[in-house]
């Protein structure tokens, strides 16, 4: 099941820190110190022109030897640390994108394609030169040339290089798992291949460019708050920057240097350094889910779904249905009911037949090497008759199937065709069941009921999902009442019946008319235009081409259920940025108490009554902040990189909490972490 | 602070409170054109107007259209007030026979009245003629006050409106505002004033000889009608210099009182207009919390601080609160009160010298109009001005339940931040810009009363005071070319550069979709939105004002209890 699946692939993830990226990331934020690449980022780039402009006063000052150079230079020095630091994390995000793309390239060596000409003949070509439309051969133990649908043939395919998954898939032309990708390999049989991307368009190469963040454009709600960040830098360089005319006119023009300093401290440089970080950080959890999102912007909306479309088979249910009772006709014993359906189905290899294998084996205590008795012949399925069943040595004739197939059965052997579990055929049914009867001869023995079964832990998730404010709706081509017993079992909100293409189209539509964001997953080709149509369309990579090409993701595992963590992280995302942000300005707090005495103490002696932190001096109180101001960028890119803890609750708790957290604690944590750094530079004698 | 203080206070914001629903709902009512107790009388008169004027009642205007007929409409009201004041002298009712302003002080009076500041660099009873104080300034009362409630207006139908690409017509809202809110409240006000002492005449002013031999000109004019508009529209431009301090424009510790809840009884029943249209009252109610909590944080603190009084006049032996230049028929807490209020709107009148007040009492009505003016606010820009800090306080606080954020529905996205930011910007840049040029220049200083920190509190005052639109003035700081011309730029450009971004906000509110609010999105109407509001005010309205404040106010508390003063 999923599960065990899911833990196998686990190795792949990465420690947050690994000495490799390190180092790499080391040099890189002395590399983005380039005045074209911090600009891109304006509150960094304010602290760079300070970094700049204080060195530039610390020079002067040293030449000329007047002022405080030795302040100077402290200042200079950490606002240089407080730009690097925020390079820095960013840096170790992309780092970590580009180990991964680092592996996917080596997959993509060049390979010889054999393209087919007119009259079916093959020319060896370089894969790199194989077009839209060419068809090629590929034959078992060669890598695939380029992404494609098969067109002719069917194989087993190694995607490991692509999904990191060791097991085999099949491959086939025609239906809903026809799709190839390019720098895979067939370990079995040949297959002709028509290529759907032109050289640089791959799959590969997109997810290249992806990890890479090559491509990475900013998010709109990045955007949105890079715009919030750019405002209040514009607001405190304003307010800083007329304390000059101020304070000459106090009579104590302060030195540029403080200015520089108050400013950087009083701009939100902790969530401007970590920003991008955070949104690299956030597209790599969700590739090391194996989901590959097209775009962050994708990865946004998904925090941002109010209605989740589940496709029943596959996602809710484990998509073959499994005997869960066997109801006993009274006059039949439970252990003798049990060990007859054992036998009619110990050679039926359909996981149904398995399943009943193994429930009678529980109720009838059989041990495990059970076998029928010698010379037992096997009646398989058939759709003619609808039932199947053994017969044994000694004349017995077990059936199980279709209830009015198996009653017509038995009256053809003389029995009545009546059984006393005709309202149990019935509940079953109704319940979203299939029921099978069980007959010995002419008589009814008993009632196997065969269920789809749910897959195990789904009824939480969907109470996680509402908990989060997600409605969730089933979507099965099950008849209403079907569909609505196993909506109930389940726990989705709503059920879509008997569902067409058509229909899952305008329910996407109507959700959206009504201002809902909609997230669907699929694989057909016939999913194509919903996945396209919905906010958030997660194509499984088993699926067709068409599928993923109109999905926003897609998901390596083909794990329908993937969705509900894409959401998550979608939501952890918005999340981090929320509560570094109001970290971030509630920070100024107690900068401005540190600071503003320290200023103005010059100016006018009685402010010194201000300075409720008793730092020792106005200098060193500056420094304390400025280096606190860097400090905080370091110690908070764990946390960047991680996302904050997320937990499914309701928006007033998570409110409620966060606040508490970063609001509350972004007010204290800088007066204590400022009066330490004051005292650790007393003891160090640097003021 | 004393207990017949506190109960003031009590009184005044209880009456408020209990008044807030009935005057709301009424608001409502008008706006969404439905019918009120008094449509029998004035519909006629309402469609006699929209046909005189040309307008089509049931037309829709997009933003753009609603944000160009509001400049028009100021553009000629400023030059109707202009070429008044520049002609006074040659039309009638002008019994004192007062001559036409000069051009600066014209232009610098009718940009103040047309953005609803009424700073005054004049005293109305020597300058101004009673047609100049009737038909130009008493006018622009009213229609800049409506001008106010249409936009707050504007904005909550962008707010209740679903993909919808029309936030109302601005002539239609401008005219019912006028018309059944402003006027019939006016009269019946002008009629009570009236009642405690209020003159109201087109008499000259009368010489008379006092009890002690001199001769002294009393004051007359049509001022109780003035009185009343000045108070109900936040306005504040009195009609005479010493404004509510006057005996003539606010005779009694009644008259005050009324004054004072005139003051505030629109603003505050927006809230409830505000929740009844966007079909949540509660949401109303939680913005009427936040205000409430800011006006009654504001007044403790200025109470506070004029009780404890003076040092330096203490020791000379005077005890008690700070009494100088305050009315003794209004006291201590009846000032404070009234400083307070009219602050924390954009009023501006005032009934005692805020110069005079304790460094740390002045600081609350500068902080108050720092923060824009958001404790209820002017007539419908204090509700403006709260939302564009509900906008942003949303956009904070819905990232942190892991969302885009939503407000009422609409997701608060690049557009919205943008818009609510340039709203947000233009008080710090407007006050602190000038405030440094004023101290950078020779005739910034010269007109100076005071100088130290209680000199730059007085500039700084001024720049705060003109940009929030509010009007009231610390005193001491005179008139010459460079303030004429400073203080009306920053007028003019502290109302509708707010003006302009808040229409095009409704505009885009407007034109978005709506969610139905579900457990995934946060309310915006509980305790903890409230305090988060009120937080984002604190923190990014009033820390940016933080060095300043501390270069003025503080720093003159700080010298006063070393006994020093300036």
């Keep these: ?365 059989l041990p495990e090497e059970a076998v029928q008795p010698d010379g037992a012949v096997f009646i398989p399925f058939s759709a003619y008759t609808r039932m199947s069943g053994v017969d044994l040595p000694d004349g017995t004739k077990i059936r199980k199937g279709a209830p009015d197939s198996i009653l017509a059965w038995t009256r053809e052997l003389g029995g009545d065709g009546q059984t006393s579990l005709a309202s149990d055929v019935e509940r079953v049914a109704r319940s979203g069941g299939t029921p099978l009867l069980l007959a010995e001869n002419d008589r009814v023995i008993g009632l196997i009921a065969l269920k789809d079964v749910l897959k195990p832990r789904m009824r939480d998730r969907f109470a996680r999902l509402r908990t989060m404010g997600i409605r969730t709706i089933m979507i099965t081509g099950d008849n209403p009442l079907t569909a609505a017993a196993i909506a109930h079992e389940a726990g989705v909100d709503e059920f879509l019946a008997e569902a067409t293409p058509e229909t899952k189209m305008q329910l996407i539509k109507r959700e959206q008319g009504s201002g809902r964001l909609v997230a669907m997953t699929g694989d057909g080709t016939n999913d194509a235009p919903a996945l396209a149509q919905a906010d958030v369309g997660v194509a499984m990579n088993s699926g067709t081409q068409a599928a993923k090409e109109a999905a926003n993701m897609i998901d390596l595992d083909s794990d329908p259920t993937k969705l509900i963590e894409v959401v998550e992280i979608g939501k952890q995302l918005l999340m981090t940025r929320g509560s570094l942000t109001t970290f971030s300005i509630a920070n100024d707090v107690a900068k401005y108490f540190a600071i503003l005495p320290a200023l103005f103490v010059s100016a006018y002696p009685a402010m010194g009554a201000l300075n409720v932190m008793h730092l020792a001096t106005p200098q060193s109180a500056i420094l304390s902040a400025v280096i606190f101001n860097a400090l905080v960028i370091i110690a908070l890119v764990p946390l960047a990189l991680r996302g904050v803890k997320y937990e499914p609750r309701g928006a007033a708790i998570a409110l409620r909490n966060n606040v508490l957290v970063y609001g509350l604690g972004g007010i204290l944590v800088p007066f204590a972490g400022i009066k330490v750094i004051d005292l650790i530079l007393q003891l160090l004698h640097w003021t | 602070m004393t207990l017949p203080g506190w109960l003031q206070a009590i009184a005044l914001f209880s009456l408020v409170a209990a008044t807030t629903k009935p005057i709301g709902l009424y608001m409502a009512r008008v706006f969404q054109g439905e019918r009120t107790w008094l449509s029998p009388v004035l519909r006629p008169l309402e469609r006699a107007v929209y046909r005189l004027c040309g307008v089509d009642e049931a037309l829709e205007m997009p933003w753009q259209t609603y944000t160009l007929a509001m400049l028009a409409f100021s553009a000629v009201g400023f030059v109707w007030l202009y070429v008044l004041l520049r002609t006074q002298a040659w039309l009638p009712f002008n019994p004192q026979r007062f001559p036409n302003l000069p051009p600066a002080l014209a232009w610098n009076t009718a940009v103040s009245f047309l953005t609803n500041t009424n700073w005054q660099f004049y005293a109305g009873e020597s300058t101004m003629s009673y047609l100049s104080q009737m038909a130009g300034l008493a006018w622009h009362n009213f229609v800049s006050a409506a001008t106010g409630l249409a936009i707050a207006i504007a904005l909550i139908r962008g707010i209740a409106r679903t993909a919808c690409k029309t936030i109302g017509n601005f002539w239609v809202d401008l005219i019912r505002a006028c018309l059944y809110v402003l006027l019939p409240v006016s009269c019946v006000f002008a009629i009570v004033l009236v009642a405690q002492g209020v003159p109201q005449n087109f008499s000259p002013y009368r010489s008379v000889r006092t009890v002690e031999g001199y001769r002294q000109t009393i004051t007359g004019g049509p001022m109780a009608s003035q009185e009343s508009i000045k108070e109900l529209g936040t306005n504040g431009g009195g009609f005479v ?265 409704a505009g885009s509110l407007a034109a978005k979709k709506a969610v139905a609010p579900g457990v995934g999105s946060f309310s915006t109407s509980s305790a903890m939105f409230v305090g988060l509001l009120l937080s984002t005010i604190a923190i990014v309205g009033a820390l940016t004002f933080l060095p300043a404040d501390a270069l003025g106010p503080v720093a003159d508390h700080l010298f006063v209890f070393q006994g020093k003063t300036f």
């Design chain 1, 1 to 365: 099941m999923i599960p065990a699946r899911r833990l196998q692939r686990r190795p792949k993830e990465r420690p947050l820190f690994d000495t490799k990226i390190l180092a790499g990331a080391l040099g890189d934020s002395l590399r983005k110190l380039n005045p074209r690449w911090m600009v891109r980022n304006p509150v960094m780039f304010i602290v760079e022109l300070g970094a700049f402009l204080s060195t530039f006063f610390w020079m002067r000052d040293a030449v000329r030897r007047s002022g405080s150079p030795g302040f100077d230079f402290a200042i200079a020095i950490w606002l240089w640390f407080t730009v690097l630091f925020a390079n820095f994390a960013e840096a170790v995000a992309e780092g970590r994108g580009k180990a991964q793309a680092e592996y996917l390239r080596r997959t993509k060596s060049d390979t010889l394609a054999k393209r087919m000409l007119e009259g079916g003949r093959y020319e060896p070509v370089s894969a790199g030169t194989l077009v839209k439309g060419d068809v090629v051969r590929v034959d078992a133990g060669e890598l695939v040339p380029a992404d494609g649908e098969i067109v002719q043939g069917a194989a087993t395919v190694d995607e490991s290089a692509i999904t990191g998954e060791s097991a085999p898939v099949v491959r086939e032309a025609g239906g809903d798992r026809s799709a190839v990708t390019g720098g895979t390999r067939l370990l079995s049989d040949w297959v002709l291949v028509r290529v759907s991307t032109n050289p640089g368009e791959s799959f590969l190469d997109r997810m290249i460019a992806l990890v890479e963040g090559a491509q990475r454009q900013k998010t709109p709600n990045e955007i949105a708050l890079a715009i919030l960040l750019a405002g209040l830098s514009i607001v405190f360089l304003v307010a800083v920057a007329t304390l000059f005319p101020f304070m000459r006119y106090a009579g104590a023009a302060p030195s540029i240097t403080v200015l520089i300093a108050l400013l950087v401290c009083l701009i939100p440089t902790t969530i401007g350094g970590l920003l991008s970080a955070i949104g690299i950080a956030g597209m790599d959890r969700v590739m090391q889910r194996n989901v590959l999102a097209t775009s962050g912007r994708a990865v946004e909306a998904a925090g941002d779904v109010d209605t989740l479309l589940l496709d029943k088979t596959g996602t809710i249910t484990l998509g073959n249905r499994q005997a869960v009772d066997i109801v006993v006709a009274e006059a039949a014993g439970a252990r003798e009911a049990a060990r007859l359906a054992y036998y009619s189905s110990l050679a039926d290899e359909t996981p149904e037949g398995r399943s009943i294998v193994a429930l009678a084996r529980r109720i009838a205590s």
């Design chain 2, 241 to 505: 210099n010493a404004n509510s301090a006057s005996p003539n424009e606010n005779p009694t510790p009644v008259s005050n009182f009324l004054e004072m809840f005139a003051i505030l009884a629109f603003a505050a029943g927006l809230t409830y207009t505000y929740g009844y249209m966007v079909k949540d009252t509660r949401q109303g109610w939680a913005l009427f919390a936040a205000m409430f909590a800011l006006l009654a944080v504001g007044f403790s603190a200025t109470y506070w601080a004029e009780s404890v009084g003076n040092p330096i006049v203490h020791h000379l032996g005077i005890a008690g609160g700070n009494m100088e230049g305050k009315e003794c028929r209004f006291g201590v807490a009846g000032s404070a009160l009234f400083a307070t209020v009219t602050t924390a709107t954009s009023c501006g009148a005032v009934n005692s010298m805020l110069d005079s007040f304790m460094p740390l009492g002045g600081l609350v009505p500068l902080v108050n109009m720092q923060l824009g003016e958001v404790a209820f606010g002017g007539v419908g820009s204090g509700l403006y001005g709260m939302i564009v800090f509900v906008v942003i306080t949303v956009f904070i606080a819905g990232l942190m339940v892991g969302r885009t954020p939503e407000f009422l529905g609409k997701k608060i996205e690049r557009r919205e931040v943008q818009l609510a930011l340039l709203a947000l910007l233009v008080t710090p840049l407007l006050v602190l810009v000038p405030t440094a040029i004023a101290v950078l220049q020779p005739q910034g200083l010269a007109a100076l009363g005071n100088g130290g920190p209680h000199g730059f509190s007085e500039i700084l005052y001024a720049f705060s005071s003109t940009n929030a639109n509010n009007g009231s003035a610390f005193g001491g700081l005179g008139s010459n070319l460079f303030y004429d011309v400073a203080t009306g730029i920053n007028m003019l450009l502290g109302r509708f550069l707010v003006a302009i971004p808040v229409l095009a906000l």
